[in-house]
């Protein structure tokens, strides 16, 4: 049977597992296999808006008569630092270069927004950018300034078929006692709250880095309505100073957890995690155990309630600066590591690991991967920080449970290392 006789969507899936450089062969293989080999490539491939807009793509797009497909694998959309310099052309070409494609791609599968100042653009063209359910699968939203809130809660929260919700910063221009009003009503306001934009019910994976009182006052408590927060699998959770949400997000999502991560950051960062029957991966930030030593406390008393049945893993964000300041509170210290080794060497049975993490900044993450970067010191470092837990928890390095592992980036987005808890 030839393969133009399949049904359209079987063509697609196929295509869709040859590499992206062949697929522009297999479109002048034949007219059937033009389209959906176009869809195929757009489907699988991201563009980089990083302050600036391809312009051949772009003038493609305006010609009226283009056969690129509505829908593309990914945006990435990272306004410059240098936009506000741009002379007044150069500032229009890039607004309207960013409308020209978000306007034509009708779908994104996954949408990356860096940075991105709605209120640098004309009003009429605002609206046009962000649109609810045009995200369906990733949507991951750094720093987004807009007039007010209605334009982004709709877009954030419009989007039925997202996978993987991922929330930053968000500024709005109006003064402050405008947005706090803007706060108000989008708690109160029940036409959003019923609206079936809001419903997510895909969604399995909720990230929250961002720590603006925006964040928190206004998009957390419509997250808290959705009943999809129920089915989550995956919750991390970067925030220093909102425990009050952050366990009335735990327990909300209590049902399906699996995998957990939790800054704790200050004295009363404390969370009973014993209702989390299904958890599997618990990772906590204790990196500001450096300059708070009751951290170390909330961080046993954490550990110690989490399910001792299901937990499989625990990742430990140590940072350099713990590893110096420990040795000063020995004394101290030495009873609260004591009754964690215990607890997890004896008590915590299907335990397969402890990892502890070393963050790297941006630069060091790309010599990190090269053999013998920086004449070994990132081996030099890896072995310390085992030697750290190892020392810490004696116990668990007889039973060979204790890795060592270093990765690149926000904590937040590697929080599980190299464990793939999005499965």
């Not at 757009?42 to 797009?61: A, R």
Request: net charge negative; glycine share 8%.
């Amino acid at each position: 049977m030839p393969i133009t006789s399949l049904a359209l969507e079987l063509q697609r899936q196929i295509l869709g597992h040859v590499p992206t450089q062949d697929q522009g062969n297999t479109a002048l293989v034949c007219r059937a296999w033009l389209a959906p080999s176009r869809e195929a490539y757009w489907s699988g491939i991201t563009l980089s808006l990083d302050g600036y807009v391809p312009e051949k793509l772009v003038d493609c797009l305006r010609s009226g008569s283009t056969s690129i497909p509505r829908h593309v694998g990914g945006i990435v959309i990272a306004e410059s630092e240098e936009v506000g310099d741009r002379d007044e052309e150069e500032t229009r070409e890039w607004q309207d270069g960013v409308v020209a494609l978000m306007t034509h791609f009708q779908t994104v599968s996954s949408l990356h927004i860096r940075y991105l100042d709605l209120t640098k653009f004309p009003p009429a063209l605002q609206g046009q950018i962000l649109r609810p359910g045009m995200v369906t699968a990733t949507l991951v939203a750094g720093h987004i300034e807009a007039t007010d809130a209605s334009m982004l809660i709709h877009f954030l929260m419009g989007n039925p078929n997202l996978k993987f919700l991922g929330l930053g910063s968000f500024k709005f221009t109006a003064s402050e006692e405008r947005e706090e009003a803007d706060a108000a009503s989008s708690r109160n306001d029940t036409d959003l709250e019923a609206s079936p934009q809001f419903c997510m019910n895909q969604l399995g994976h909720f990230v929250v880095f961002g720590r603006s009182s925006v964040t928190w006052t206004v998009l957390m408590p419509l997250v808290l309505q959705r009943p999809s927060i129920e089915d989550l699998k995956t919750l991390v959770l970067g925030s220093t100073d909102q425990d009050i949400m952050t366990s009335k997000l735990i327990n909300r999502a209590a049902p399906s957890l699996r995998s957990l991560a939790l800054s704790l950051s200050n004295e009363v960062s404390i969370f009973d995690l014993g209702h989390l029957k299904s958890l599997r991966n618990l990772s906590l930030d204790i990196s500001s155990y450096a300059t708070c030593e009751p951290v170390l406390a909330n961080t046993v008393q954490t550990v110690q309630s989490a399910p001792t049945s299901s937990l499989e893993y625990v990742f430990l964000n140590t940072g350099p600066a713990v590893l110096e300041k420990d040795k000063e509170r020995e004394s101290a210290a030495a009873p609260l590591w004591a009754s964690l080794d215990a607890h997890l060497s004896s008590r915590c049975a299907s335990l397969k690991g402890i990892v502890v993490l070393q963050l790297l900044d941006g630069c060091l993450g790309m010599f990190a991967a090269m053999p013998g970067g920086m004449g070994g010191m990132f081996d030099k470092w890896k072995r310390e920080m085992l030697g750290y837990a190892e020392s810490k928890l004696p116990a668990c390095k007889e039973k060979g449970l204790l890795q060592a592992a270093q990765t690149s980036g926000a904590w937040t987005s590697r929080a599980f290392a190299n464990l793939d808890v999005l499965e």
